[in-house]
């Protein structure tokens, strides 16, 4: 069974400091892709960053940045020089390949506030 | 830009009432999901679409079904709406490539009384 687990319910980070999100994700697939989404108090997810499997590299948009260990199956999310508008709900998400289409599935969430 | 729109943002319903929640979106997407979001449980897959007429149970469909008529056009009904489904409801959809994201509506709030 495919799950994805966010151990952190809830994180505060002062504006301008370094915070990063865990996830950690289970799975017998060898290729797959792995994504971060916003959800700012608005309620409309955003997508923030996004990671295929079998890229060793770890991906990079501006200030966010992903840990991407294979091998542990650890997914975490880095926020750099953090600003008010970073304060949402952070959701790690996995995507699988079901009978030939996408199916997805989602951490619990990580809120995050960031104080000024 | 993706525009997948959810038409109503607040709902209270009666008890026993049936309740239709609606999204569209316009992006000639395949695949359409309903999901559930609760605190401390994160999103929960109700159904999901991924073509014209059909569907499929996600992980909590009791008491929920669906209906896609049309490509762009993804519903949820329920049919007799009960307190324990006071809820945030998020549409999206996606395109049927591996690894294509998934885009979310602006979610709908439904509370039932």
């Known amino acids: 069974a495919q799950t994805v687990t966010q151990s952190q319910p809830e994180m505060s980070v002062q504006e301008a400091e370094t915070v990063t999100l865990s996830c950690t994700y289970d799975?017998?697939?060898?290729?797959?892709?792995l994504f971060w989404y916003k959800q700012p108090p608005s309620r409309q997810m955003i997508l923030v960053i996004r990671?295929?499997?079998?890229?060793?590299q770890n991906a990079t948009e501006n200030r966010f940045s992903v840990n991407f260990q294979k091998a542990a199956k650890s997914f975490s999310l880095k926020i750099s020089d953090s600003q008010l508008g970073d304060t949402a709900m952070y959701f790690c998400?996995?995507?699988?390949?079901?009978?030939?289409?996408?199916?997805?599935?989602f951490g619990s969430g990580t809120k995050l506030n960031v104080k000024p | 830009d993706v525009k997948v729109t959810q038409s109503s943002r607040y709902l209270v319903k009666r008890t026993g009432e049936k309740v239709f929640l609606e999204c569209v979106q316009d992006?000639?997407?395949?695949?359409m999901f309903w999901y559930r979001q609760d605190p401390g449980l994160g999103l929960r897959l109700i159904y999901f679409?991924?073509?014209?007429?059909?569907?499929e149970k996600g992980d909590i469909p009791e008491g929920y079904s669906v209906s896609r008529e049309k490509k762009e056009r993804f519903s949820l009904i329920l049919e007799s709406a009960s307190t324990n489904q006071t809820s945030m409801y998020l549409c999206?959809?996606?395109?049927?490539?591996?690894?294509?994201?998934?885009?979310f509506g602006e979610g709908s709030w439904l509370t039932v009384v």
């Open positions: 990671q295929e499997a079998y890229k060793q």
């Open positions: 998400a996995f995507i699988s390949r079901v009978y030939n289409f996408n199916k997805f599935y």
């Open positions: 992006m000639d997407h395949e695949n």
């Open positions: 799975t017998s697939e060898s290729n797959y892709y």
């Open positions: 999206a959809s996606s395109p049927d490539r591996v690894g294509n994201t998934i885009y």
């Open positions: 679409s991924y073509d014209v007429k059909m569907k």
